[in-house]
Every structure is written in structure tokens, then in C-alpha cells.
């Protein structure tokens, strides 16, 4: 059957309507689109401020100096680093150390000590020990038995008692104790032992060295290892801290051992005694 003109037509519309809708079928998706969110710029901050695990590194405590072999260590190093240093180490003997106190009584016997004589010191630590029970019973909770007047009593001053509890009750709440200040690293343990009323720099130093034998002290503000220096070094007057850094660098890792000959020769005067002559075969 022949079409007409406007049949024709209509045909060729259909099938452009249809061509367009299956077209316009096939891009739309089978699922529901969903809006991808944007990341802004507050989230990116968060994220980049996500912190890692924190990993604390503690560094190993010192052998003491009375460790086997750890002196002669010492002297060979410091003969070999400082040439006016080695000339003080010929003429004095090597130094001895002892360890017969605690911790806990080397820390109580530097409070009492503080501003008085050797003598006047040894008779209130008598005193006190005695009101102690004895040198075993000295401990954290012995001092805080005793009150403020009985420490009065043995010569122990307001002050110093209230240091000696201060000391005694960081021991009782376990931040320090005889084991943990064995095993501290130098710095740890100074910032430790500065928190405690009484205890300064200057007594720190001491127990360092005296008590716990570390090897690598300084004790840039006693006097007498000051003057110790002034004399070795031939100095006009006596060094600041910043200048006993700097000259006793070449001590280092045995500045313990330099600073104790500092007292044997401000002890001589500056004037060094003759060693020991060697005996004829």
C-alpha cells in the first residue's frame, strides 16, 4: 500500500521519538545515585594532626665507679685527655669510694648536714638516729612518725624537719624509692631529686657522686672544685658555670673523678706533692 506524503512524515517522527527514548533509557543508571561528599578542608587538618605512637626512650644508667675496673677506666682516659689534669693524678692517690648508706639516709644526712660544721653535723645525726631506733629503723616512715618538735629536739631546725617529711612522703607516694633512684638515668634522676624541698642542685651533685658513684658529674657550683680549677688551669679569677663546661669538656664521660682530685688539690694549696718514687731493684 502506497503511503502519503503526511504518512511518510509521521512514520519518521515515531522513529526518532522512539531511537531518543531507548537512548535516554540506557544512561540512566540501575541504582540511585549517591552524592560523593567532598572532603573539606577542617577534615584534612584532622587528619594530618593524627598522632603517632609516642615511644619514650630512657637512657642507661652509668656504671658506677666502683664497679670492677671502672676507675682505672677512669684514670686512663682523663691522664690521656688533660695533661695538667694527669700531673694531679701522679701526685695524689686514686680515689676510694664507699658505699654504707641508702639512698633513703644518704638523702636524710645531706639535709641535716646543710650550713653546718663536720661536727655539728655528725652529733644531730647521732641524735636523730637514736631517736630513730637505730640506723636500720631510719626510713620514710620513721621520719614521718616523728613530728616537727621532736625533730627539734635531737638540733634538727623548722626548716630541715619540714624538708625531712617532704623527702619522706615522696618515698610513702612512690614517686621516688631506693631501687628506682639506683636505676635513673643522670638528668631523670636530677630532675627528681630537685623536687624535693631542701634538695638543690649543689646536694644533688654530692649524692651523685658520693653516694652513687656516677662517673660523669659536675658540680659547676661548688666552690671548692671551682677554686680547684682556678688553680689548674692558672685562671685569674674563679670560672663561672658556662666556663667550667666548657673547660672541663675533655673530662667527659669522668668529670666525677677530675672534680674529686679539684679537692685534693685546692686541699695541697695548689701546690701538687711529689709521687711516689719507684723502688730500686
Not at 631517736?131 to 626510713?139: A, D, E, N
Not at 664521660?253 to 723502688?279: C, D, H, T
Request: aromatic share 6%; glycine share 6%.
Amino acid at each position: 500500500m502506497k503511503r502519503t506524503r503526511s504518512q511518510t512524515k509521521q512514520a519518521i517522527s515515531d522513529s526518532v521519538s522512539e531511537s531518543e527514548s531507548v537512548t535516554a533509557s540506557s544512561s540512566i543508571l540501575p541504582f540511585r545515585a549517591k552524592k560523593i561528599p567532598r572532603l573539606s578542608s577542617s577534615n584534612k587538618k584532622k587528619e594530618t594532626l593524627i598522632p603517632e605512637a609516642s615511644v619514650t626512650v630512657s637512657l642507661p644508667t652509668p656504671k658506677a665507679l666502683t664497679s670492677t675496673g671502672e676507675m682505672e677506666i677512669a684514670l686512663h682516659h682523663l691522664r690521656a685527655a688533660d695533661v695538667l689534669l694527669a700531673a694531679c693524678i701522679d701526685a695524689f692517690p686514686a680515689p676510694q669510694f664507699h658505699r654504707n648508706r641508702s639512698p633513703f639516709f644518704s638523702l636524710v644526712k645531706s639535709i641535716i648536714s646543710q650550713q653546718l660544721s663536720n661536727k655539728a653535723s655528725q652529733s644531730i645525726e647521732d641524735r636523730f638516729v637514736a631517736l630513730c631506733g637505730g640506723p636500720l629503723s631510719v626510713g620514710p616512715d620513721s621520719v614521718l612518725s616523728l613530728s616537727a618538735q621532736q625533730l627539734r629536739g635531737v638540733g634538727i631546725s623548722g626548716p630541715k624537719a619540714t624538708y625531712l617529711h617532704d623527702l619522706a612522703s615522696k618515698y610513702r607516694d612512690g614517686l621516688l624509692s631506693d631501687s628506682s633512684i639506683l636505676e635513673m638515668d643522670d638528668e631523670t634522676l636530677y630532675k627528681k631529686l630537685t623536687m624535693v624541698k631542701g634538695i638543690g642542685p649543689w646536694s644533688v651533685h654530692m649524692f651523685m657522686i658520693f653516694t652513687l658513684h656516677r662517673p660523669d658529674v659536675l658540680p659547676v657550683g661548688d666552690l671548692v672544685v671551682r677554686r680547684g680549677v682556678e688553680r689548674l688551669y692558672g685562671l685569674k679569677s674563679l670560672p663561672q658555670p658556662s666556663q667550667m663546661e666548657k673547660l672541663c669538656e675533655k673530662w667527659k664521660p669522668y668529670r666525677s673523678v677530675g672534680s674529686w682530685y679539684m679537692y685534693r688539690l685546692v686541699e695541697a694549696k695548689g701546690i701538687l706533692p711529689l709521687p711516689p718514687k719507684a723502688s730500686l731493684l
